[in-house]
């Protein structure tokens, strides 16, 4: 479970996935992947890949978990109980910019072959605050309408461009908050009259 460092650090991985598609596709100029918050101009030379986090939510499915058991470490006695830990979704824009519409459908498709092989990243091949974790960041393909992601464009006041729309699930953000508690030393039942 990841830390408050946890979008950024699924922003890293997914660009680095993305990086790893597109590099092969012109040995004369490599494409690039980057992280990008479409504000300004998207320089094209050599052609991009962005990946853009519009949009992050709570997801409703796994708002109620109970809350987590925290062992005892060491000779510290006490166990306790933390606040599971907060389940997000992130939405991502992945748009291509630069060269001919050739080159920029070949990594929109470069995009979605990779993603789609790797619809599920564990293990390995999570870093930052989730290396060494449980934590599996699954990967879909998320259909918006036309008028949908005009609005996405036009909020970035920016002409439509072919784009693609992913969702990350379940990101886990650590609760801080947790309640310790002691162990049972002893009891005591006390019979009724």
Known sequence: MGDHNVISDVSEILVAVL?????????????????DDLSGTIPVSPPKLTLFLYEIAEDPSVRNRPPVRIEPAGGDARSGFRKPPMALILRYLITAWGGDQVTQHKMLGRAMEALYNDAIIDGGRLGGSLAGTTDALHLT???LTLDQKSYVWFALQKPYRLSLNYEVRVVNLDAVAQAGTRPVTARQTVAGR
Do not use: G, K, Y
């Open 19 to 35: 990086r790893d598609a597109i590099r092969d596709l012109d040995d004369d100029q490599p494409p690039q992947a980057i992280l």
């Open 141 to 143: 393909l998320t259909p």
